[in-house]
């Protein structure tokens, strides 16, 4: 039982922490370009494939998504707005796992990089 509520516990923290995570850096002497990375989940479902569908489709409204839009859906707080953009590479994994009744559900991992410029500080 307590295997269980440890799985849960994980299960939960891990779908818990989606946030934004700093990738790199580049700096011309005005402007620097930032890359991170997200991942979306999806709502659960009970079927892989469904799940992964899922996972595509939202993949597929990002990519087609304006700046304006996806700065939007990836709450990113960027202020050359224009220069916002999805990077190559970004991907769908599924999860598996068990709702508190006991039920095996799957979850797409939407997993995104994006890119865009700001003003550099004058600290640098």
Same mark, same amino acid.
Request: proline content about 0%.
């Given at each position: ?24 850096? $580049? ?6 370009? #930032? ?7 999806? $709502?659960?479902?009970? &079927? ?32 050359? #707005? ?28 939407? &997993? ?10 004058? &600290?640098?």
């Amino acid at each position: 039982m307590n295997t269980i509520k440890t799985f849960a516990l994980v299960t939960s923290l891990v779908f818990a922490s989606a946030g934004a995570v700093a990738q790199s850096g $580049e700096y011309n002497g005005r402007d620097v370009r #930032q890359s991170h990375a997200t991942i979306i989940y999806t $709502e659960a479902t009970q &079927n892989k494939q469904e799940s992964y569908l899922l996972g595509l489709d939202k993949l597929h409204t990002l990519e087609s998504s304006t700046a304006k839009e996806l700065k939007k859906q990836l709450n990113a707080a960027v202020w050359y #707005q224009n220069s916002f953009h999805l990077k190559e590479g970004s991907y769908v994994t599924v999860q598996e796992k068990m709702n508190s009744e006991g039920e095996i559900e799957y979850v797409s991992a939407v &997993n995104v990089i994006y890119h865009y410029q700001e003003r550099a500080s004058n &600290n640098r």
